[in-house]
């Protein structure tokens, strides 16, 4: 099979309000340092993948709106909604396809000009479930009092995995909540969906990030050392929650087999050197990690615990603070997976990780982790 | 750029998307509301493959993937598998349900899937996991959802 690698990622800064910036300013600014970090022009994109969704921008055909600022002039472009992990997918799909040879991938979110509440909301069924008033936090806390319950993972374990990826963000210039804080501050935070505390949740957030994609015949040459796919896949569980046993996501499972064969990984929990996973709340990097392998069933809160996911641990998950310290819903895998990428390649700066030859990068899309994206990135194809 | 809004406003322009949608229940929903309505029954789709109850009902089962179905009657008292407490007035919740607004995932006896609904009639400290559930029905029903007003303990 042909290979592909990620050879340009450029991000904004994540912020609870740009109000210098426009959604289309934002991408402007992700798109020129993507081209910049990969030594490219604009001629040298093939077409345009743009990740987005009309709720959260406010507009229909929303991705019709987005393709000037992310250079799609006279190039052929296309749209995801969902994650930018999904958005990746298909543009590394259409970089295979041998109808193009580089995709660049966008993905945006302006959390702070509407009300995720409502939002939200409207992914429930209209006719059995939308009017009883859930959201996407009511729906996880459902699912974290699940985990919870089967696991006997603590609230206090829970905290702490805000503790350390706020902690991590300190060292991360993009990010949007740099916090030195402890257990206890996050179990005094409000209880705003109980049991999930303030601090137990990812902020509103605004940001954009673009990554460049690349066939294997023109990968190296480009500025960057490409950093290759070895594995990925997506699966889906069931829409309604009550079709799901809500205290585990099968289709992660399910995800992560299928990237790690495709990867030729056999042992996840030795051979992942690095981890971005999906934060959104504090439980979900717990259930995520177990659900992928990375941990025993039930027992990531031990290994958290004894700091093994810390980014001097042996598997440093969210190393960047994660989504916990800045969360551009649509944005924020393409943001997991930049950060990914520049520690394979030794670029992360303060968060840089020792070992990061092999790195894993997880995107969710759907209420309480219904879909789920893994992706393999390497430094050797 | 940092300065540019020194000595200026932002400008911030309000706005809101506002569409009007007619939901057509189809017949299976249709079937189920009714009989809600009019009977105070909670009624689900069996499928004749794979043998699922499916609550709420669905013409097509989702893992046979085939219309088999039979309607069967399920009873209105389950059990809680898992539930939230909304802490905050979030801007999705009803206007007439105040805080704390407990939502329970309910799986009723003789269905093998869970409905979402209210929980009440009850303190958020009162409830757990595992607990026996009651449908308590609306007064006036309409013929959505919430003629099912919540669940409540049994005692």
Same mark, same amino acid.
């Given at each position: 099979m042909d290979r592909a690698a990620i050879i340009g990622v450029g991000m904004t800064k994540i912020e609870k309000r740009k109000i210098s910036q426009t959604f289309a300013d934002m991408a402007w600014e992700a798109v020129n340092k993507a081209l910049t970090d990969a030594g490219m022009?604009?001629?040298? /994109?093939?077409n345009v993948v743009t990740t987005s969704s009309d709720f959260w921008d406010g507009r229909t055909i929303s991705c019709m709106a987005v393709g000037d600022a992310s250079g799609a002039a006279h190039k052929n472009i296309s749209c995801v909604e969902g994650d930018g992990t999904y958005g990746a997918f298909y543009g590394m799909t259409r970089a295979l396809s041998g109808s193009y040879r580089t995709t660049l991938v966008t993905g945006h979110t302006k959390g702070s000009e509407s009300v995720s509440s409502l939002i939200t909301n409207a !992914? $429930? =069924? +209209? /006719?059995? #479930?939308r009017s009883l008033g859930m959201d996407m936090i009511t729906a996880c806390a459902m699912q974290a009092r699940s985990y919870m319950h089967r696991t006997k993972t603590t609230a206090e374990q829970l905290a702490l995995v805000s503790v350390k990826n706020h902690g991590n963000a300190?060292?991360? +210039?993009? !990010?949007q909540l740099p916090m030195k804080i402890t257990v206890e501050d996050v179990l005094k935070s409000e209880m705003v969906a109980d049991p999930l505390h303030k601090l137990d949740c990812s902020p509103v957030s605004d940001g954009c990030a673009a990554v460049i994609i690349a066939h294997e015949s023109v990968a #190296?040459? $480009?500025r960057q050392k490409p950093v290759w796919v070895r594995g990925v896949s997506f699966c889906a569980d069931s829409f309604f929650f009550g079709d799901r046993d809500l205290s585990r996501a099968r289709s992660l499972a399910q995800a992560a087999r299928k990237a790690y064969a495709m990867a030729g990984v056999h042992d996840p929990k030795k051979e992942i050197d690095v981890a971005e996973v999906s934060d959104a709340f504090t439980y979900q990097e717990l259930l995520w990690l177990e659900e992928m392998g990375l941990a025993d069933d039930a027992a990531a809160g031990k290994r958290l615990e004894r700091g #093994? $996911?810390?980014? =001097?641990? +042996?598997l440093p998950v969210n190393a960047s603070g994660g989504l916990l310290s800045g969360h551009p819903v649509i944005a924020a895998g393409l943001y997991s997976m930049a950060a990914v990428v520049r520690q394979i390649r030794g670029d992360a700066g303060g968060f840089q990780v020792q070992k990061a030859k092999t790195g894993l990068v997880q995107g969710v899309n759907g209420l309480g982790g219904q879909s789920h994206c893994v992706w393999i990135l390497d430094k050797d194809k | 750029m940092s300065d540019q809004f020194q000595g200026i406003e932002p400008m911030v322009y309000q706005s809101q998307i506002n569409v009007p949608y007619s939901w057509w229940a189809g017949d299976t929903a249709t079937r189920f509301f009714v009989t809600l309505r009019d009977e105070k029954k909670i009624t689900a789709t069996k499928c004749g493959d794979c043998g699922k109850v499916l609550l709420p009902p669905r013409k097509i089962c989702p893992r046979c993937f085939t219309e088999n179905m039979e309607w069967v009657k399920v009873s209105d008292e389950g059990t809680l598998l898992t539930f939230a407490v909304a802490g905050r007035p979030f801007a @999705?919740?009803? @206007?007439?349900k105040k805080v704390p607004v407990i939502w329970g995932l309910i799986q009723l006896d003789g269905a093998d899937t869970a409905l979402l609904h209210y929980l009440d009639g009850v303190r958020p400290e009162e409830v757990s996991i595992g607990m026996r559930v009651r449908a308590v029905y609306s007064e006036v029903r309409k013929g959505t959802i919430r003629d099912i007003s919540h669940f409540k303990p049994v005692k």
């Open positions: 022009t604009l001629d040298d /994109i093939d !992914a $429930f =069924d +209209p /006719i059995y #479930e300190l060292k991360n +210039p993009l !990010a #190296e040459k $480009f #093994e $996911f810390n980014l =001097d641990g +042996p | @999705a919740i009803p @206007a007439d």
